[in-house]
């Protein structure tokens, strides 16, 4: 088996959709980093992180079958390769974020928020957040667009699978935990690693529903799954351990979020992203079709989206606003990504 031949360029007639969709990310950035009103960058941070997943979960695909192997990655390969080249321009949307630490982050304005002297000092300031984001940022990058170009040998894979586990853990601290530089989680980095790889998981799963491709479509359902279950896990064992060991600062992380409107996110988090996906994937008849499971993916994918809200809390002004611009951004970023796929999705049936 050969892997599908990946070319780089759109088809012609897609070229006006690939500049459009480019033109609008870039102007939302721009406007962004001009126009985000005081005390709403938070909105900017969820869109961003909540699109971040599906480029960065490409990249963990495309690792790990470089490592393991299977029909499943070159089946894949031409949806996630199309995601994981808009790294670069996810990379670039993180502007806004380090324009507005301090509006985000309660650390960035007051050292003395942090518990410890030490860590203000040598970890949690500003400048050491943005040399570890662009680092981590510009890793991923280089990986993604390598591993979109190229398909990786198990070296490079196995090597490239180490560096965003590493760098997944300063990021996850940074870019989320560290909104409340009080409160810590140990589970996180697996936590927001595992929602990356769903996401991605999710989003291909209606891709190839939209594409008709059929071919393999159990594998896809059960990694699907599998990447439901560990979120779900994690999630719940989190909660579980915090609120059994009882101590005030973290058990207030979790009282500031179970408000009432909180609750019921959260329920609709568990119900639209965990137990109706789960339990339509138990069908085999769910499983072998490409259309059921991309409904699965879209019911994964708002669950997901949902998750990520409740993580950051926002005010009810701010989280409207973040629903806002990702459903714009993340229209113009799906349309680059369709209008990258060209005629990638064609040569699947060359490995059924």
């Known amino acids: 088996m050969t892997a599908p031949a990946l070319s780089l360029r759109p088809q012609r007639r897609r070229m006006p959709l690939l500049l459009l969709a480019a033109i609008v990310a870039v102007a939302l950035v721009v406007a962004a980093v001009f126009l985000m009103p005081s005390g709403l960058s938070g909105a900017w941070l969820i ?3 909540f699109l971040l997943g599906f480029p960065a979960g ?19 390969r031409p949806f996630l390769a199309a995601m994981a080249l808009t790294m670069p321009l996810l990379a670039v949307a993180f502007v806004p974020i380090a324009l507005a630490l301090p509006d985000i982050y309660v650390w960035a304005g007051h050292a003395e928020a942090v518990r410890h002297e030490a860590v203000a000092e040598f970890y949690l300031n500003a400048p050491a957040f943005l040399l570890r984001s ?10 993604a667009v390598l591993a979109a170009l190229v398909p990786l040998g198990p070296v490079i894979s196995a090597l490239g699978i180490l560096l965003y586990g590493l760098s997944i853990s300063f990021g996850s601290i940074d870019w989320l935990m560290s909104l409340d530089p009080k409160w810590f989680s140990t589970a996180y980095p697996a936590l927001l690693s595992v929602s990356q790889i769903g996401s991605a998981l999710a989003l291909l799963a209606v891709l190839r529903a939209v594409f008709g491709q059929e071919v393999r479509n159990g594998d896809f359902a059960g990694l699907l799954i599998a990447a439901i279950l560990g979120v779900t896990y994690l999630a719940f064992i989190q909660y579980l351990v915090m609120w059994s060991g009882n ?5 207030g992380w979790y009282v ?19 137990v109706l996906p789960f339990s339509m994937l138990l069908f085999s008849a769910v499983r072998k079709s490409a ?17 990520l809200t409740w993580l950051v809390g926002l005010a009810p002004a ?9 459903i714009v951004l993340g229209g113009a970023w ?19």
Do not use: M, N, Q
């Open 256 to 274: 500031a979020r179970l408000t009432p409107s909180g609750t019921a996110l959260v329920a609709a988090t568990f119900i639209v992203g965990s």
């Open 334 to 352: 799906l349309a680059i990504v369709v209008s990258l796929l060209g005629t990638r999705h064609e040569g699947e049936e060359r490995h059924a």
């Open 291 to 307: 259309r059921w499971t991309g409904f699965a993916g879209l019911f994964c994918l708002v669950g997901l989206y949902l998750h």
């Open 58 to 76: 490409s990249l963990v695909l495309l690792l790990a079958h470089g490592l393991t192997g299977g029909d499943w990655g070159f089946v894949a």
């Open 134 to 143: 662009i680092v981590i940022l510009a890793i991923w990058s280089v990986l």
């Open 318 to 326: 701010a989280a409207w606003l973040a629903l806002l611009l990702t």
């Open 247 to 251: 101590l005030p600062e973290k058990v």
């Open 47 to 49: 869109a961003w992180l």
